[in-house]
């Protein structure tokens, strides 16, 4: 097992915490192996065959609490009647309670996993019925998981509703070979720059965009910044007489 | 070797005279229009105006590429990315306790709102929110508002400046100071201050800060009386920012511009009262708001926030005098920051006690500072998102774990980046001078912007 490169046998780390049946699956964006950030040296204390699948929380059941139930049933709701069937625009839906008991605490957030070729139509829906009116667009914001096998690219957009008072996230995924994800600007022209900004560093491809320029980094720069497989870069630096390395090259106890 | 005939010139070398008899050249008379010289020399052709990055009112290195016809401009265009720096990659290279270093630096004229916001952030997904002392949040309320103050007053007196005001920045400086002073005091520096940290703040308010806050104070409220007096009724200043930069709320719903710029267009929008953080819900305090949506209403409203904001700062020192001695950090000695720093004899913020102790007596309090200072606390896996009124609009965070000792991802949607999109709506159509009061009136900060 010791000479497996990070992420190789997904598949056997993702057979070994199958879920009982009926569970929500979840969704391995990591594996981790060690603990100590040490590689190469004589491994005495065993834990550098640790290996640790990281798995973003899973969906949720029903019922979400607070006012999370009533959105996903208004937006499901307007899916259906403007002809998008919401089975395949939802792909799930995460409540984190960040520590609180109840979803109607103030730190509880909702995320709506949204499938990328309905993302305009979640949109529309989530800015223009009454009963949801997230009218303010805060933004877009991408991660890398390169582990997470077809869904690398996430893009995240932050929305809120001044009419009453609520804030959620969608997150779309798409894969690094495909990293095509349909433009909002014409639902929300304020992320506009976002999406620049979230192309620039993560190279996701904002279809219909009308400016799909750098915006960050000079427009001839080679590779997109923010990417895991993008260096930090750096250069040892002398300090009283000892060599302090880079950032990326010191350890990690992830 | 000939003679120089001419005056060595300063974009042309001296002696080579064949170039300067091919420049064609214009003269400008007494009796002329500057309409018709235009006209003669370029005929049809656009003028691109590049104004900046250098340009000393464009708070920084934006860039502004105007298209004028005479003194009307026609496309305004804001480029920015000049003071890009990695910020957010950098902290996903670092422990979540640095990760306070490094957003501090981000929009260098409030860094406690970016601190504030990346710990509220973290705290969310380490879900101790609740967990937070109460003085602790009372500290983080009393800075942040003392630093929206010094935020707006650094506004209001570079756009005097930018006027040619220089009363106005001298004011809004000298105010400024005294409250940096505070800051010196609590935090030990003037600006990138570290000082909110996950879990609390990193050390409490030094004795007497309460009574040292107060005479400053006195004094900042003074200031402020001299610049509405000096502003706010000056007939140049109104006719240079009345009807100038006017943005309407619809405008501001579709750029999603917050902060004093959406209050202008009357909608009473902000994030204390509509998502209140660090129990901004139990103080006493109003969200002036405007109708007029132009330069002149958001100069106004800076100067009425201002007030606000004292009497928050006043309501927090109150409780800061009746939670004297309480904690400032979470109990929870796996996040809590080990040593209680105090400024010694020497000025440096240490902790001798400490140091005693770890060194001298317990091996185990030693091992468990060594691990939570270089390796840090984990954060369990997960995602958060945090909003908190910056001076200038709604400062989003986007926190990732992936449940190791360092942010997986951290993104700041900061609000200067989004309302600099502003630029073109509010600058087209109106004057080049009208440029300079219209980017001013949305007060972006470049460090937040580019990051």
Known sequence: MSDVTPGGDQKVVADAVQPPEGAATLEIVEVKRGMFGATGSGDTSGYGGLVTPIAMPAASPRPYGSWFDQVVDVLSEVLGEAGVSPEQAIEKVVVDLHGAQSADAQQAELTINVAREHLVAVCQALRDDQDLRFELSLGVSGVHYPHDGGRELHAVYHLASITHSRRLRLEVAAPDEDPHIPSTTSVYPSNDWHERETYDFFGIVFDGHPALTRIEMPDDWVGHPQRKDYPLGGIPVEYKGATVPPPDTRRSYS | ?451
């Open chain 2, 1 to 451: 070797m000939n003679a120089p005939t001419a005056a060595p010139h300063a974009t042309r070398p001296a002696g080579n005279e064949d170039m300067a008899s091919t420049v064609r050249a214009f003269e400008a008379y007494g009796d002329g229009d500057w309409d018709d010289i235009a006209r003669e020399a370029i005929g049809e052709e656009r003028i691109v105006v590049n104004m900046g990055p250098q340009h000393p009112s464009t708070h920084g290195v934006l860039r502004l590429m105007l298209e004028i016809d005479g003194e009307t401009v026609t496309e305004a265009r804001a480029g920015i990315g000049y003071l890009h720096t990695g910020i957010e990659k950098n902290m996903e290279f670092r422990t979540w306790t640095q990760g306070t270093t490094f957003c501090t630096r981000m929009d260098y004229v409030a860094p406690l709102f970016q601190e504030a916001a990346y710990c509220l952030a973290v705290e969310k997904l380490l879900g101790i929110t609740d967990d937070v002392p109460a003085r602790a949040s009372v500290i983080r309320v009393l800075m942040m508002e003392l630093n929206r103050i010094a935020s707006h007053l650094v506004c209001l007196g570079t756009g005097g400046n930018e006027m040619g005001a220089t009363t106005v920045m001298t004011v809004g400086f000298t105010a400024r100071e005294e409250i940096l002073r505070l800051f010196e005091a609590v935090t030990g520096l003037r600006m990138n201050h570290a000082y909110i940290r996950p879990g609390g703040v990193a050390v409490d308010t030094p004795e007497g800060f309460t009574t040292q806050a107060r005479a400053a104070l006195k004094n900042v409220r003074h200031y402020l009386k001299q610049l509405s007096d000096l502003m706010l009724a000056n007939p140049i200043f109104k006719a240079r920012l009345t009807d100038v930069g006017v943005l309407n709320l619809s405008g501001c719903m579709a750029l999603a511009i917050t902060g004093p710029v959406l209050r202008s267009t009357g909608l009473p929008y902000d994030v204390r009262k509509d998502n209140p953080y660090c129990g901004y819900e139990t103080y006493d305090f109003d969200v002036p708001t405007s109708k007029g949506a132009d330069c002149y209403d958001r100069a106004v409203l800076r100067i009425e926030e201002c007030y606000q904001s004292l009497r928050i700062v006043e309501q927090a020192m109150e409780r800061l005098d009746l939670t004297e001695g309480e904690p400032v950090m979470v109990a929870d000695k796996k996040i809590a920051w080990p040593a209680q720093l105090a400024v010694g004899g020497d000025g440096q913020g240490n902790s001798l006690e400490h140091i005693k102790k770890i060194m001298g007596t317990s091996m185990e309090a030693l091992i468990h500072h060594f691990k939570l200072v270089t390796e840090g606390f984990r954060v369990p896996v997960g995602q958060a998102w945090q909003t908190v009124e910056h001076p200038r609009g709604e400062l989003g965070v986007h926190v990732v774990s992936d449940g190791g000792t360092r942010p997986y991802r951290a993104h700041f949607r900061d609000p200067s980046f989004n309302n600099l999109q502003g630029v073109s709506v509010m600058c087209e159509g109106g004057q080049v001078a009208d440029v300079v009061v219209a980017v001013a009136s949305l007060d972006p900060v470049l460090g937040g912007v580019d990051r």
